[in-house]
């Protein structure tokens, strides 16, 4: 499964922005079958979770550091998992990435090991 993320881009701090993913038309598959993270990764650091939408149970979970300030949602209709992101700060600037995976229990959400598929990243910067 190809993931194509997008919707990255250079906003102040305190704005909004909103990241889709959605697999390749190609790919012919659709994310309701899938678990579906975001990850990102600041320069020089490790990839870090951020947040997850579970197939199974529909449940969500985040990174305590972005808990209360982004929601991951999905419109099954448009195939396409969102990443809608409020308050943006400094320390959210990083390359942010989409994973799916189709066996992932609520306790591997956090481990980008658990993932099958990957998106190349979009890149957000906030400035300060």
């Known amino acids: 499964v190809q993931l194509q993320a997008s919707g990255g881009g250079l906003v102040q701090a305190g704005d909004s922005l909103r990241l889709s993913c959605a697999p390749s038309?190609?790919?012919?598959?659709?994310?309701?079958?899938?678990?579906v993270g975001w990850f990102r990764q600041a320069q020089g650091k490790a990839r870090v979770f951020v947040a997850a939408?579970?197939?199974?149970?529909?449940?969500?979970h985040y990174a305590d550091a972005v808990k209360g300030r982004f929601t991951i949602s999905r419109d099954n209709t448009q195939n396409t998992v969102y990443l809608q992101m409020y308050s943006l700060k400094a320390e959210d600037t990083a390359v942010y990435y989409c994973?799916?995976?189709?066996?992932?229990?609520?306790?591997?959400?956090?481990?980008?090991?658990?993932?099958?598929?990957w998106g190349q990243g979009t890149q957000v910067t906030v400035s300060s």
């Open positions: 038309a190609a790919s012919g598959r659709t994310f309701r079958t899938y678990t």
């Open positions: 939408s579970k197939r199974s149970d529909s449940s969500t």
């Open positions: 994973a799916a995976g189709s066996r992932i229990i609520s306790s591997s959400v956090y481990s980008e090991n658990a993932y099958d598929y």
